[in-house]
């Protein structure tokens, strides 16, 4: 009995090190005593640490597919390869253009497919019903004003944020 208390406690210490975005915790159960006497089977519980969700990777390529210059500043339309972006991925890419770039931006919007970027530069007023449909589908995120990060489309719960928070 102790020697299984010793195992768990030392199973949950070494889960309590790993860092949260390295484990991903999985659970088994196995029996640990199968004999036929009258004692009764006990079970033990393993608990692995693996990592974290491969498929949310971060946005590590982008194309500047239209650059415009305004008098507020740079208007960027930007194409990634469609992929499980999460909102924190999608903001990180923002921020990157906003701090990489050596003039100021007024305007960024982030797509995941070519056609749908190109129905997005239509007005608003002027698309096809399909038109705003992709756009609704593939339409990721944009920078507004030069300081605020607005997720649309498939994002837009995640509402607004500021690019200095």
């Not at 009995?1 to 484990?23: G, H, K, Y």
Request: aromatic share 6%.
């Amino acid at each position: 009995m102790i020697r299984r208390f010793i195992v768990l406690t030392v199973a949950a210490i070494a889960l309590a090190a790993c860092s949260p975005e390295e484990a991903e915790l999985t659970t088994t159960t196995t029996l640990a005593d199968t004999t036929t006497t009258a004692a009764p089977a006990t079970t033990t519980t393993t608990t692995t640490a693996g990592s974290a969700d491969p498929a949310e990777p971060a946005i590590t390529e982008y194309e500047v597919v239209v650059r415009t210059s305004t008098a507020d500043g740079e208007v960027l339309w930007v194409l990634i390869e469609p992929g499980d972006y999460n909102d924190i991925d999608l903001e990180n890419l923002i921020r990157e253009l906003v701090d990489e770039s050596d003039t100021a931006l007024f305007e960024v919007n982030v797509f995941d497919d070519a056609e749908a970027l190109e129905a997005g530069r239509v007005a608003e007023e002027a698309r096809t019903e399909e038109e705003q449909a992709l756009v609704d589908e593939h339409y990721l995120v944009a920078l507004v004003d030069g300081a605020i990060i607005r997720f649309e489309g498939p994002f837009a719960e995640f509402g607004e944020t500021a690019v200095g928070s």
